[in-house]
């Protein structure tokens, strides 16, 4: 044994060496230029919690979203946005949100639109950031959502002709003549699940070549080594006799093919056979990642056999998936295949509560978190309690098994949780078929190698919510070059952004504190640009995943159930406290944007004039009225030099929407305007100088019918949404017997628990009226990045008169 273990090691020094070795120049740079992307495309992966995977028209859904560095899983706190979306069966969004996050966490909550038809749907998430890589890596699950006022097909999938989606993925990429290889097959029905059949590989002949079977969810592999210039088939048969068949994908002439698997427990080896039209000796690179990170990099010569052998230490691999990719000689890529290992770690999850209550009970729940022993972990959760009726639907992918699977991997996974909790040789082998049917190349090696650094059309919304528009010419469309543009709204207290049009006529507004519907004004400096226009950009996401929505299905024998639950949610709306069915933005600032101001008025303090130009002639001493060629100009002394005054208007504000006609200032009645404040000094923003501020509010804070200027584009705006409080009614002052109807199926919804040193917390909320059992379904991670989820459950009983 100990022979056979020092052979191990001797080899895995012969092969590891050159690995690392850094004489060689194209490694060098391979590593470097490689750094430098890792450097700056930093990975967010984000992880939504649901309340629930089934919903009604009129229902609430609650969501919790966890932002986490791809890397390492930890929570990264540099999108301050996020952009949550309900799509359809043809990607159009029928629900679209934005909600705040801090520290990388975020929640909130949207109303399941009564104008759905019923059926299931796409719920996607991600920021801003994550717009510049693939939509792949967009959060997405399904939901399903019923509109028991339509009447609805409850099972169209079974009226449609039965089809099946069969695919074949040879090992490393490609199939090449000669060459044997390891082929993974993955065959999914219409609702997007495996099936048993039993399959063959035919050739130009009809000849039988090669027998499969799928071992698990529809996904196998067999070997298969293609001759000549053959064409190649597959026929499968499925358990109802039905016959199908499929193209297998071409085996090319020359190429590459490659072959990873476990030399040791502790090696692995990555065997590359190639096919080329020179025997020439030829380089051949390896580079191997785990999410940009734990990068490996490998060199060997291609000699006269046509192959080589590069062997990984796994100690140096990240745990979860990484990615092999081989190149040829000038760096181009040629196969890449992706390997899994498992995590070590796992947060363990316990809930300690009573299997049994009656209605309108309180109900405490002692929580614990820990990693390894039981050793106790801070961690953030977030629970969901929901009334488990007979209208079953799939439950959503816990985070766990999302953060080391399903985030990493092309296309809807089956039942991803099987693979961690049944360890064993079988399940390894069926994970590495998964890595072969899901994988996806998650690198544009072009831009990771290319001559430039790589850049990003999409900033990281750090300070807040990028607002995007183009200034236009309105006689031609052409874009406007290097022109002011302001956006404001009217917004208590006054708010003023400001940017400068680029080449190509685009303009980005970095709008801070914006939550809640608006209407926004936009404009340019209207005093010296009058003939422009603007577009608004949608700051939603134009690309769609491939992915598609599973078929809705609805079991005939459950129209009770759902009669009962449509009543029991129009109940529950009805009975809402009105405080609880408007969100609130906080108002967490109180100054303008411009700061404290130098000089404040409010009008009620003085004699009232009937005209502004009074007034500020009067007793606004910092501003000086001038009137030059029919035409009203505001004058500001300078605080820091007596007795100078600027030679240009300064800006005026009205509500902060700028205004830059004085004259329509002036024509305003004064009995309209409760205070005036000054800035008596120049104030910069952005790319912009002012000389001066003078800013001019209503009483309402409405522009008191203030007409503007009609070259002004006035828009609603939906900013971030403000916080809506889950509201969940106490039994605890005897009033138990209230006749007030108490319907709610989720009982609790908590998007943010946090234990403490010990890893303990307590939930505590009191049952509704609705009888059966209830699911409790915690997810959670700790600041390490280690996931876990629970799922427990009890029985609600009637209350005993």
Same mark, same amino acid.
């Given at each position: 044994?100990? $022979?056979?273990?020092? $052979?191990?090691?001797?080899l ?8 690392y ?46 932002n ?26 029928? &629900? ?7 520290d ?17 749907y796409?719920?996607r998430?991600?920021?801003?950031? !994550? ?13 399903? +959502?019923?509109?028991? %006022? ?12 039965t089809?099946?989606?069969?695919? %074949?993925?040879?090992e ?12 993974? %097959? ?7 699940k ?10 130009q ?10 071992? !698990?969810?529809? $996904? ?15 026929? $499968? ?41 020179s ?49 040829n000689?000038r ?52 629970v ?7 209208? *079953? ?29 049944? &360890? ?13 049917? =899901? ?16 850049? #990003? ?27 002011d543009? #302001? ?28 939550v ?6 936009? *404009? ?9 226009? %603007?577009?608004?950009?949608?700051? #939603? ?40 069915t ?29 005209? !502004? ?55 305003? @009645? ?22 001066? +501020?003078?800013?001019f509010?209503?009483?309402?804070? @409405? ?8 070259k ?35 009982? =609790? ?13 307590? +939930? ?16 959670? +991670? ?20």
């Amino acid at each position: 044994m100990k $022979i056979r273990t020092l $052979i191990y090691g001797l080899l895995a020094l012969a092969f590891c060496g050159p690995i690392y070795a850094q004489d060689d120049a194209m490694l060098a740079s391979m590593q470097q230029r490689f750094g430098l992307y890792t450097e700056r495309a930093v990975q967010e992966k984000m992880y939504v919690h649901v309340d629930r995977p089934f919903y009604l028209v009129g229902e609430t859904i609650w969501f919790k979203a966890y932002n986490l560095n791809g890397a390492t899983h930890r929570f990264l706190d540099l999108s301050k946005v996020g952009y949550l979306e309900i799509l359809d069966s043809e990607n159009n969004a029928v &629900v679209q949100t934005k909600f705040s996050m801090i520290d990388g966490r975020g929640n909130g909550s949207v109303l399941a639109p009564s104008t759905l038809v019923s059926g299931k749907y796409k719920l996607r998430c991600y920021t801003n950031w !994550m717009k510049n890589f693939s939509v792949d890596s967009y959060f997405e699950t399904s939901i399903s +959502i019923l509109n028991p %006022f339509v009447r609805f097909d409850p099972d169209r999938a079974s009226k449609e002709e039965t089809r099946y989606d069969v695919q %074949f993925f040879p090992e490393g990429g490609r199939l090449v003549n000669g060459i044997e290889s390891k082929v993974a %097959f993955r065959a999914v029905g219409m609702d997007g699940k495996g099936f048993r059949f039993k399959g063959a590989v035919l050739n130009q002949q009809n000849e039988t070549v090669r027998e499969f079977e799928p071992e !698990m969810n529809g $996904i196998g592999f067999f070997t298969f080594k293609p001759e000549g210039n053959a064409t190649y088939k597959a026929a $499968i048969t499925d358990s109802k006799g039905q016959r199908f068949e499929y193209e297998l994908p071409k085996a090319e002439p020359q190429g590459y093919v490659m072959e990873v698997k476990d030399s040791t427990a502790a090696l692995l080896k990555v065997t590359v056979t190639a096919r080329r039209e020179s025997e020439e000796p030829a380089n051949v690179y390896m580079l191997s990642h785990t999410r940009q990170a734990n990068a490996l990099f490998g060199k060997k010569i291609l000699g006269g056999n046509g192959k080589v052998i590069f062997v990984l230490e796994k100690a140096k691999m990240g745990e979860g998936i990484s990615h092999i990719t081989i190149f040829n000689e000038r760096l181009k890529p040629v196969c890449e295949r992706l390997y899994f290992k498992r995590p070590e770690k796992q947060l363990m999850i316990e809930a300690q509560i009573n299997n049994a209550f009656i209605t309108r009970e309180k109900v405490a729940m002692n929580l614990s978190a820990g990693v390894g022993q039981a050793l106790p972990a801070w961690s953030n959760l977030s629970v969901a309690v929901y009334l488990d009726d007979s209208i *079953q639907y799939q439950s959503q992918t816990d985070i766990h098994s999302y953060l080391w699977l399903t985030a990493d991997l092309k296309g809807n996974i089956e039942s991803p949780g099987y693979y961690f909790k049944n &360890v064993s040789k079988d399940t390894d082998r069926q994970l590495d078929n998964l890595m072969l049917t =899901h994988g996806w190349r998650r690198l544009n090696w072009d831009r990771v190698f290319g001559g430039q650094l790589v850049s #990003f059309e999409h900033l990281p919304e750090y300070d807040g919510h990028f607002i995007n528009a183009r200034l236009l010419n309105k006689s031609d469309g052409a874009p406007a070059k290097n022109k002011d543009a #302001f956006l404001a709204s009217l917004d208590v207290p006054a708010r003023l952004y400001v940017d400068r049009s680029d080449d190509n006529g685009r303009v980005k507004f970095e709008v801070r504190q914006f939550v809640g519907p608006k209407e926004i004004t936009l *404009q340019t400096d209207l005093a010296n640009d009058t003939t422009y226009r %603007f577009e608004v950009a949608s700051p #939603f996401s134009k690309q769609f995943s491939t992915t598609a929505i599973p078929s809705f299905f609805f079991d005939k024998n459950l129209e009770n159930q759902l009669l009962t639950r449509s009543i029991n949610m129009q109940t529950a709306n009805a009975y809402l406290p009105r405080l609880y069915t408007e969100k609130k933005a906080v108002l967490t600032d109180s100054l303008p944007f411009f700061g404290m101001p130098d000089e404040k008025y409010f009008l009620d303090d003085f004699t009232r004039f009937p005209t !502004m130009e009074e007034v500020l002639r009067e007793y606004v001493k910092g501003v000086l009225v001038r009137k030059r060629q029919k035409e009203f100009h505001l004058r500001m002394i300078d605080k820091l030099l007596p007795n100078t005054y600027y030679t240009t208007d300064p800006l005026m504000l009205l509500d902060g929407i700028p205004v830059f006609d004085a004259d329509k200032i002036i024509e305003m @009645d004064p009995l309209k305007v409760k205070k005036i404040e000054l800035l008596s000094s120049r104030y910069f923003l952005g790319p912009m100088t002012f000389t001066g +501020i003078v800013s001019f509010s209503t009483y309402r804070g @409405d522009l008191s019918g203030f007409e503007l200027d009609p070259k002004v584009l006035v828009m609603p705006y939906e900013g971030v949404q403000a916080q809506r409080e889950f509201y969940a009614p106490r039994y605890d002052n005897n009033n138990a017997n209230s006749r007030i109807a108490d319907f709610r199926n989720l009982l =609790h919804w908590a998007p943010n628990v946090t234990t403490d040193k010990d890893g303990k917390a307590t +939930i505590e909320f009191y049952t509704s009226d609705q009888t059966g059992r209830y699911q409790v379904v915690i997810q959670g +991670i700790t600041p390490d990045g280690i996931a876990g989820s629970k799922t427990v459950s009890f029985d609600v009983k009637k209350r005993s008169l």
